[in-house]
T-cell receptor, first 110, second 115 residues
Framework: EDQVTQSPEALRLQEGESSSLNCSYT??????LFWYRQDPGKGPEFLFT???AGEEKEKERLKATLTKKESFLHITAPKPEDSATYLC???????????FGKGTSLLVTP | GAVVSQHPSWVICKSGTSVKIECRSL??????MFWYRQFPKQSLMLMAT?????????EQGVEKDKFLINHASLTLSTLTVTSAHPEDSSFYIC???????????FGEGSWLTVV
């Protein structure tokens, strides 16, 4: 059973059309939940780490939230340059390695 | 700028040869580094956790004799793919954990093609 499930698999938005990406997780003890952005052929770029339910973090047009079962990445008024794959990963109390979901491929059209 | 540097960015090698990929943390010391591989349109799969000064911890199904990991200093970890075969062709990515704050940064990745 997957520990980290991201939805939707792919998302196409018009520029300025806000939306949310979902990351559901199942772990015995969460140390942290991480969000990354990955452009084609590149390594993941760090966005946020969330540690406890109710926590929120923002960066430009992105806002990440966390509950006990899932995390959302809200994208407000996206621009074409926000097009990328967004990866969610969980880190358990047992270690520091990250377990990734399959990602959401976001395309923002002008 | 990049806080984790990988080298080379891409490499082509002949089947049966070995190839080494370096991962360096810039401006910070990393007691723990991680190695992942990623196949096209798939997510990152953890291969091993590299601890400075000790043996790496490999994930189930990853051959430790084939993927040699060395973490000899607090800023450098290396992955050596030994006796490479075409099925080892993949995108290999390293990451390093910033101890203060628990941020984990990734390198730009290394494309390996075995012909």
């Amino acid at each position: 059973e997957d520990q980290v499930t991201q939805s939707p698999e792919a998302l196409r938005l018009q520029e300025g059309e806000s939306s949310s990406l979902n990351c559901s997780y199942t772990v015995s003890g969460l140390r942290g939940l991480f969000w990354y952005r990955q452009d084609p052929g590149k390594g993941p770029e760090f966005l946020f780490t969330l540690y406890s339910a109710g926590e929120e973090k923002e960066k430009e047009r992105l806002k990440a939230t966390l509950t006990k079962k899932e995390s959302f990445l809200h994208i407000t008024a996206p621009k074409p340059e926000d097009s990328a794959t967004y990866l969610c990963a969980v880190q358990e109390h047992s270690g520091y390695a990250l377990n990734f979901g399959k990602g959401t491929s976001l395309l923002v059209t002008p | 700028g990049a806080v984790v540097s990988q080298h080379p960015s891409w490499v082509i090698c002949k089947s049966g040869t070995s190839v080494k990929i370096e991962c360096r943390s810039l401006d910070f010391q990393a007691t723990t580094m991680f190695w992942y591989r990623q196949f096209p349109k798939q997510s990152l799969m953890l291969m091993a956790t590299s601890n400075e000064g000790s043996k790496a911890t490999y994930e189930q199904g990853v051959e430790k004799d084939k993927f040699l990991i060395n973490h000899a200093s607090l800023t450098l970890s290396t992955l050596t793919v030994t006796s490479a075969h075409p099925e080892d062709s993949s995108f290999y990515i390293c990451s390093a954990r910033l101890v203060s704050g628990n941020t984990i940064y990734f390198g730009e990745g290394s494309w390996l093609t075995v012909v």
